[in-house]
């Protein structure tokens, strides 16, 4: 069973496009972090969203998360090449968070591709 | 400094080889971990070292093992490796294993078993 749940798992869309990535869990969250990955490269953390109905933004993208806790959206606004890449949910249930059953766990990703 | 370095970044080794994948960050960070990934999957944990003792392996076969020798410092000892092994190693830390803690990885190596 998958404890993150990421839609869509692949999208091409075209330059300057608008695009939504989801991550759903029947798990809660003591906090959801949001990764971009390149080819061969380690991934990169965007944004940290740890407050229940927090909307955080970085540019062109936009990252809510839910009340409950249990989940997030990432938004692209007008889409660039640059911002190909595999984007990543990743979070630890609440209840481990702290102590020797941390774990933080991934979602099955977002492979984006954009077309100039 | 947000950096976690790994050396080397690409490795090949045959089944009959012993190396390590070494890791190092200078963050202050009490927590750190071993990811592997395969292509176009997502990384999956292997092991959780928290204050410098390993608090958590996920089942992960005895030809990796994991050594802490200080805060800083996080290797990955490889022996007998099989091809199905091939992927990329992501080591990663963070300042603990709190709540809202964030994770930063490095680049990983990217390993080939022949």
């Known amino acids: 069973t998958q404890l993150l749940e990421q839609s869509p798992q692949f999208l091409s869309i075209q330059e300057g496009e608008n695009l939504t990535v989801y991550c759903n869990s029947s798990?809660?969250?003591?906090?959801l972090q949001w990764y971009r990955q390149e080819p061969g490269e380690g991934p990169v953390l965007l944004v940290t969203?740890?407050?229940?109905?927090e909307v955080k933004k970085l540019k062109r993208l936009t990252f809510q998360f839910g009340d409950a806790r249990k989940d997030s959206s990432l938004h692209i606004t007008a889409a660039q090449p640059g911002d190909t890449g595999l984007y990543l949910c990743?979070?630890?249930?609440?209840?481990?968070?702290?102590?020797?059953?941390?774990?933080?766990?991934f979602g099955k990703g977002t492979l984006l591709t954009v077309n100039p | 400094d947000t950096e976690v370095t790994q050396t080397p970044k690409h490795l090949v080794m045959g089944m009959t080889n012993k190396k390590s994948l070494k890791c190092e960050q200078h963050?202050?960070?009490?927590?750190m971990y071993w990811y592997k990934q395969k292509a176009k999957k997502p990384p999956e944990l292997m092991f959780v070292?928290?204050?410098?003792?390993?608090?958590i392996n996920e089942s992960v076969p005895s030809r990796f093992s994991p050594e802490c020798p200080n805060s800083s410092l996080l290797n990955l000892h490889l022996h007998a490796l099989q091809p199905e092994d091939s992927a990329l190693y992501l080591c990663?830390?963070?300042?603990?294993?709190?709540?809202?803690?964030?994770?930063?990885f490095g680049q990983g190596t990217r390993l080939t078993v022949v």
């Open positions: 969203v740890v407050t229940g109905g």
């Open positions: 963050m202050g960070h009490r927590a």
């Open positions: 990663a830390s963070s300042q603990d294993t709190g709540a809202g803690t964030e994770a930063f």
């Open positions: 070292y928290s204050y410098e003792k390993l608090s």
């Open positions: 990743a979070g630890a249930p609440a209840e481990n968070s702290g102590g020797s059953n941390y774990k933080l766990t």
């Open positions: 798990s809660v969250f003591s906090s």
